[in-house]
């Protein structure tokens, strides 16, 4: 059984996951990809995310109807900082998986940042990192030890961020193209994102 975990706020969920995680199981033929939203990002302590039970009411409702797509709240549960290799171990111990089962998917921003994250080379040594690159990203930003141990998906390079959406809820602007209709519904219906 092939896993692959794919943390972040989700604050909100937008097409950009969806899409990015749709190519991703199809190139590697993942049994599941686990969403695993943070309770508190380790690079946004300072950053305000929506409660965790809107975030994770907006991944149910993004990722209905995808029977490869699967959440996990093992994040929410445990509370604090949200450290990737506390939550490797827990969902290799929960799914009785090894490094050989477990992939961890990650952005291009996140991976010119990785050694800046808690026990990056355990994080290596319990999973095999994918990289869904955006528009922009350089690989010259990344030393040659961290690209020789990852590997690069086919993804669609969408330029899509949570917080620019935000912004344009925030403004009154339009974001149905980029959001899922259930997840939209959801933000309006909890008047979410209309304050700084």
């Not at 050989?100 to 990650?106: C, K, V, Y």
């Not at 974001?175 to 994102?193: A, F, M, Q, W």
């Amino acid at each position: 059984m092939n896993l692959c975990v794919f943390g972040g706020t989700f604050d909100p969920p937008h097409n950009g996951h969806l899409r990015i995680a749709d190519a991703v199981q199809k190139e590697f033929a993942f049994d599941h990809i686990l969403f695993v939203p943070a309770f508190i990002p380790p690079h946004k302590t300072h950053q305000t995310c929506s409660a965790s039970e809107h975030r994770l009411a907006m991944l149910k409702l993004a990722i209905a109807g995808s029977p490869h797509f699967k959440i996990s709240d093992i994040e929410i549960k445990r509370q604090g900082v949200s450290f990737t290799v506390d939550t490797l171990r827990e969902i290799q111990a929960k799914w009785k998986i090894t490094k050989s089962e477990t992939f961890l998917l990650i952005g291009g921003d996140s991976l010119t940042e990785f050694t800046t994250w808690h026990e990056p080379e355990n994080i290596l040594n319990l999973a095999n990192v994918i990289v869904a690159c955006r528009p922009g990203f350089d690989t010259d930003s990344v030393s040659p030890e961290i690209l020789s141990q990852v590997r690069f998906a086919k993804t669609p390079l969408l330029d899509i961020s949570s917080n620019e959406l935000r912004k344009r809820i925030r403004n009154g602007q339009t974001v149905e193209e980029s959001i899922p209709s259930k997840v939209l519904d959801y933000i309006r219906d909890k008047n979410l994102y209309l304050t700084v």
